[in-house]
């Protein structure tokens, strides 16, 4: 069984995007990344810490705007346009979630397609539906280059993902369709959940349920892929699946925390950089 290393792949991504930007920086092209983050949820503020860090690492200029939790909805507004305008700026990354009496969607659709690194952007979503170029989210583009460093092949196996949600259930849906998998979404509505997770050659699940997955819906070696991350009652991070039950059954896993979760960071430098190649001026 192999333990799919999330934190040595992530660096080596990195790597490759320190001299991507070290090239860059030769040819007098300089990239940067402007960060918002409304209010200070902690959450947000440790993912804010390590985006800014890896940035730092790979070169890239991080811009930030932290805005109280009070701010209005024109102040946000008026920053993302700002930063739309801002020839310097290649990337803007608007940090979820926002406080309650803030629109996300208006938010988010009001980023520039051509800086959207998160990939959100219904452009962006349509680029990747079609195969065109443009921004992938950077989780589920973070799982495929999980899978594909660590020798998996995706290519005509059965793909069963878990959970529909914009961010992640879709996306990896449409980029395992991408590779050549067959594809299923699983969510509330599945019935005999059990039964269809149990097919999957690649199962990735994406629900935000602690240890829900356990090894019951994964038949011998599969590759498990979790994206989830909670902390249970002793305050120890956990996934969506239960390690300790699924892992002797599988031929491969990701582990939580250091499986999925730092490479999210990682495809979000390569996105900055993507951006600067398909779109710098």
């Known amino acids: 069984m192999q333990i799919i290393d999330g934190k040595k792949i992530s660096q080596e991504i990195k790597d490759e995007v320190k001299e991507e930007v070290a090239q860059l920086k030769a040819e007098g092209k300089d990239i940067a990344l402007a960060v918002i983050q409304v209010g200070a949820d902690p959450a947000s503020s440790v993912y804010v810490r390590n985006k ?78 079609i195969g065109e170029k443009g921004f992938l989210p950077c989780t589920p583009a973070g799982v495929i280059q999980l899978l594909k460093r660590s020798g998996v092949e995706i290519d005509g196996k059965e793909c069963v993902v878990v959970g529909r949600s914009n961010i992640v259930g879709k996306p990896m849906a449409m980029l395992l369709l991408r590779e050549n998998g067959t594809v299923t979404v699983c969510h509330s509505h599945t019935k005999d959940l059990k039964e269809v997770c149990k097919r999957a050659d690649i199962l990735v699940v994406a629900i935000g349920k602690p240890k829900f997955i356990d090894d019951s819906y994964v038949k011998d070696g599969a590759v498990v892929i979790d994206v989830g991350i909670h902390r249970n009652e002793n305050n120890k991070l956990c996934g969506d699946v239960d390690y300790d039950k699924v892992a002797p059954k599988t031929s491969a896993i990701t582990p939580v925390p250091g499986g999925v979760g730092p490479m999210t960071i990682a495809m979000l430098m390569k996105n900055c950089v993507e951006s600067k190649k398909l779109f710098g001026e």
């Not at 993302?80 to 305008?85: F, H, L, S, Y």
């Open 52 to 129: 800014k860090r890896a940035c730092e690492y790979v070169g890239i200029e991080s811009i930030s705007y932290e805005l109280p939790e009070e701010t209005t909805q024109e102040e946000l507004m008026a920053i993302v346009d700002k930063c739309n305008k801002d020839p310097k700026i290649n990337g803007i990354l608007v940090q979820l979630p926002l406080p309650k009496h803030l629109d996300e969607d208006e938010v988010l659709l009001a980023i520039d397609p051509k800086k959207d690194v998160d990939g959100f952007h219904p452009v962006s979503v349509g680029n990747m539906v």
